[in-house]
Nanobody, 116 residues
Framework: QVQLVESGGGLVQAGGSLRLSCAAS????????MGWHRQAPGKRRELVAR???????DYADFVKGRSTISRDNAKNTVYLQMNSLKPEDTAVYYC??????????WGQGTQVTVSS
């Protein structure tokens, strides 16, 4: 089992910034892909960004140019720096990881609210 602890969500004005963090623990397997998804009320959960072991990144179109995903392998932690936030970014953001054992895990989610 892998436990994921998320932090960094909150209330911010449009144009502001947040940094989300997700720390993974509890597994003997290495972490491969790590990423963030979000889900707004009444909408399907969607990929925001992900990062692979070779530092290759993948971003959704709606965050390109204003968000950066990174990871600290020594700490088993993934980060999402979000700038120029918009009201439409309001959602619950979920951490998601894949292990070298071929399993995946989800965090509990952290709320991001952007006011206009």
């Amino acid at each position: 089992q892998v436990q994921l602890v998320e932090s960094g969500g909150g209330l911010v004005q449009a144009g502001g910034s947040l940094r989300l963090s997700c720390a993974a623990s509890g597994s003997s397997f290495s972490l491969n892909a790590m990423g963030w998804h979000r889900q707004a009320p009444g909408k399907r959960r969607e990929l925001v960004a992900r990062i692979f072991g070779g530092a290759i990144t993948d971003y959704a179109d709606f965050v390109k140019g204003r968000s950066t995903i990174s990871r600290d392998n020594a700490k088993n932690t993934v980060y999402l720096q979000m700038n120029s936030l918009k009201p439409e970014d309001t959602a619950v953001y979920y951490c998601h990881v894949y292990t070298s054992g071929g399993r995946d895990y989800w965090g509990q989610g952290t709320q991001v609210t952007v006011s206009s």
